[in-house]
């Protein structure tokens, strides 16, 4: 059985649609479906059961889960950037993930897991993949600490060597719609566009920069989601792995891309930045890939304007979730 925690989110959603194309659907959802509309995410796809998180912990701390398991692919947690609860993300985004790769090492399943790009922090040490540097890095939120925590604790044991952690930049693309502040700047400015005909960006408060040449490694869920399917098919591979395009590329590029998919002038306005934002914000952040690649990963990724044409004429303009 494939266990799926995060399924009816945004990218676990995406990863059991590829699933179902390679035709498995021996698989079990774990997620919170809540009161948003989450919900349609999982409409489109075919799998077994759907258990609620705090159900699932359970049964697996009692080690009573009523069928043998394969492979957890590990993509629930509190992914907000802006979330103060720090014990909430300390419990959701760590402590749970430890007991599910304890776990999956116990019973001999594969356990692929979500890290994050944001445990980079500012990037002033690099971008690089390196499980020997993650005393380096420091997180600029409470969000990329808790994955950054699993990270840590995985190498200390020694755990890193029998699981696969991944590093997902920049994603974008369908099936994103229920995250409200959280989605890509590709759905927001979708939506600016459809009902203003213009687009919001962030001015820049650094020199280097030019307002809205802030850069950022935006990758196409579809591609996110490929890179992840690697390491379910080569399971003698494990490790820590940056989930990106190794391209870097601006946001007036993103939002470009998009007027040029609805076919409409560019017209972009740049406003302040929060205060709150000013401290924390990450001018530049590029997926070093040559990790992922030297594994033999040989997949052409979408070039941002590819991803982005794709996810709005394909997803956003005829309002279509992923489906089988």
Same mark, same amino acid.
């Given at each position: ?11 676990? /959603?995406?990863?059991?649609?590829k ?5 498995e ?10 009161k &948003? ?29 009523? +069928? ?10 509190? /992914?907000?950037?802006?979330?103060k ?14 007991? !599910? ?6 019973? %001999? ?9 944001a445990?980079? $922090?500012?990037? /002033? @040490? ?9 005393? &380096? ?37 369908? @099936? ?13 400015? +979708? ?10 960006l ?13 850069? %950022?490694?935006?990758?196409?869920v ?13 399971r ?16 007036? &590029? ?5 007027? @040029? ?17 000013k401290e924390?914000?990450?001018y ?17 990724? /979408?070039? !941002?304007?590819? $991803? ?5 004429? @394909? ?10």
């Amino acid at each position: 059985m494939i266990i799926v925690t995060g399924a009816a989110g945004f990218i676990g /959603s995406a990863l059991v649609w590829k699933l179902n194309q390679m035709g498995e659907e021996e698989i079990i959802i774990v997620d919170e479906l809540g009161k &948003d509309e989450k919900w349609k995410n999982l409409t489109g796809l075919r799998f077994i059961d759907i258990y609620h998180p705090e159900e699932f912990i359970e049964l697996v701390l009692n080690d009573a889960l009523p +069928f043998d398991v394969d492979t957890i692919f590990h993509l629930g947690a509190c /992914s907000s950037t802006t979330e103060k609860d720090a014990d909430y993300l300390l419990q959701n985004n760590y402590h749970f993930s430890q007991d !599910l790769a304890k776990y999956a090492i116990t019973h %001999r399943a594969r356990f692929i897991y979500a890290s994050s790009a944001a445990t980079y $922090g500012d990037g /002033s @040490n690099g971008y690089i993949d390196d499980e020997n540097a993650l005393n &380096d890095l420091r997180p600029l939120n409470m969000y990329g600490y808790s994955k950054h925590l699993l990270d840590l604790w995985l190498h200390k044991t020694g755990y890193n060597e029998e699981v696969v952690g991944l590093k997902y930049f920049n994603v974008y693309g369908p @099936n994103e719609y229920h995250k409200e502040d959280m989605r890509s700047v590709v759905h927001k400015s +979708f939506g600016q566009i459809m009902e203003t005909g213009s687009v919001k960006l962030f001015k820049s408060y650094k020199d280097e920069y030019k307002d809205g040449e802030q850069k %950022r490694d935006f990758i196409y869920v579809k591609d996110a989601v490929d890179m992840t399917l690697h390491f379910y098919k080569n399971r003698d591979i494990n490790g820590l792995f940056n989930v990106g395009t190794g391209k870097v590329r601006t946001w007036v &590029d993103l939002v470009t891309a998009v007027f @040029n998919a609805v076919g409409k002038p560019v017209n972009i306005e740049f406003i302040d930045m929060p205060d709150h934002l000013k401290e924390k914000y990450q001018y530049f952040t590029e997926a070093n890939i040559d990790k992922i690649r030297n594994t033999g990963y040989t997949q052409e990724i /979408s070039s !941002l304007e590819d $991803g982005v044409t794709d996810y709005v004429k @394909n997803y956003l303009l005829p309002d279509k979730y992923l489906d089988i």
